[in-house]
């Protein structure tokens, strides 16, 4: 079974500027990583309606999945909503599934539904909706693009309600070997082994703790016995 | 005076598998802002060399500087360097300056200059090399490229070093207005500030924290005065 590729675009001026840090890209890859899709490659972009158009249109091409976050709350700088529409050529408007979900949960608020409010119910023709169990106003899927929001318990909830949707890749297992020893001890003997598993991936990554040093090696593959092998070997570096 | 703008390339698979959660990129970001250099895109890209020197020629044609973080370690899947030579056409080999720093380091420790930590005085011709003060083995500058190490610690420590030589821009100020009011409640008014403040940036930030909720309105802008004015303007929301 062929692994389905994925592409981030996180949107916003916030995450670029420095006054937030990101968590969203973290929490997909960590969920995809987990239902065989391959997270390939994530972008950081701007508030800037020329360049999330062109992002969308190459990321949703050159990827079996494209996430989006951000820019589909109800101010000024919440523009994602109407550059997705320009990307696929389609009418954006105040839709009536959308304005139910809304009318229900600011009535039972007894909140207004204004007109900033209705901005949020203006969905891309054909979209199909994503539930928004924290505040209702819905993310939606066009074509291969996921829309979500940039605040992150509203994306871990509707990424929750989508993952059972994606196309599946086969499961990779993983297995991480920690080595107190260093980088530059274990390079050479490590390449070896590198090289004698072809079909599986190697990572190496230094850690220093409380005064202590060494390496942790991660070995993936699609193959349980051959990571087992694998393990054996690098166990033997120690 | 014109803004510099900046690119990041953020190399490794272990950011998009989601073992590890990236902490330079906002590091950067505050950094860049500080100076006055727009940081416009950040990319994560996977250890690939192809992608990798593909970005980083497209990045580097694009944007004043491109900063790398990640791939100059001593094992096997550190392949940042010699995508960097191929990218700018440019032989790679062991430099005399940078061997000299990491002999220097290793003996000091007692530890031996193997092959393996030997890749990590493999530096582009022409390059300039960035001192790293953790653990020795240097970054380097080659035409708008910055290379720095993916370790948190050295790449902050690392740009320490290179920000004093940056093209800096006019300084962007800023100033956030919290209010105890939904974006929902806010967004048509705000909407007519932002209107009449065409010089200024406004972000509008939602936040919940132990059972309050509400928005940080972020406004920035080259013009103190300006941005007072608009702040009172914003104020009065409240």
Redesign the interface.
Known sequence: MEQPNASMLVIG??????????AN?????????RIGVN????????DDSK?IVSNIIELSKKFDYLFTSGGI?????DITTDCVARAFDKKVSVRPDAFEILKKYYDRKG?EL????L??ARIPETADLIENPISAAPGYIIENVYVMAG?PKIFQSMLKNILPKLKKGSPTF?ISVKLFK???????E??KI?SAFENL??????FSEKGTYGTNI?I?GKDKNLITKAEEKVRALA
Chains 1, 2 share one sequence.
Not at 25 to 33: D, V
Not at 114 to 117: D, F, M, Q, T
Not at 201 to 206: A, R
């Open positions: 001026d916030e995450l670029l500027s420095g006054r937030t840090q990101d890209l973290h929490h997909l890859a960590k969920e995809l990583t997270l390939s490659e994530a972008r950081f972009i701007r360049v709350g109800p101010t000024h700088d909140i204004n007109e900033a409010r901005r949020m605040v993983s260093g980088e530059g001890d274990l390079a050479l490590l390449e590198v991936n190697f990572g190496s990554y230094p991660v993936r």
